[in-house]
């Protein structure tokens, strides 16, 4: 079947209706996958391997995002950055212990 219907007899294109519709979809920006942060907290504080930790979820992140799954990378990007908030608290909390014993 052709993907039109035929006009009915005694009608012209003229007198019918035009109407157009139009669907956009709303652009969400991407979610954030805090690699280089993750990076920094690998290199520079890596207590109780939190920071490789945040680095593969990072990194699982970024995966995500190209695969247009936006969920998925929003769940790998909050867990990427809870790693690296608490890799930064233990990291000052001992640094705050060192200095007071010493």
């Known amino acids: 079947l052709p993907p039109y219907e035929?006009?009915?007899?005694?009608?012209?294109?003229?007198?019918?209706?035009?109407?157009?519709?139009?669907?956009?979809e709303e652009e969400r920006p991407p979610p954030r996958d805090h690699l280089a942060w993750s990076l920094c907290?690998?290199?520079?504080?890596?207590?109780?391997?939190?920071?490789?930790?945040?680095?593969?979820?990072?990194?699982?992140?970024?995966?995500?995002?190209?695969?247009r799954d936006h969920s998925g990378a929003?769940?790998?990007g909050s867990t990427a950055k809870c790693l690296n908030i608490t890799a930064l608290v233990i990291n000052i909390v001992l640094v705050i212990a060192v200095l007071i014993i010493v």
């Open 41 to 67: 907290t690998t290199l520079y504080g890596n207590v109780f391997c939190l920071g490789l930790l945040a680095t593969v979820f990072s990194i699982k992140s970024r995966d995500r995002k190209v695969l």
């Open 6 to 24: 035929m006009l009915p007899s005694g009608l012209s294109r003229d007198e019918l209706s035009r109407s157009t519709a139009v669907l956009i």
């Open 74 to 76: 929003l769940s790998y």
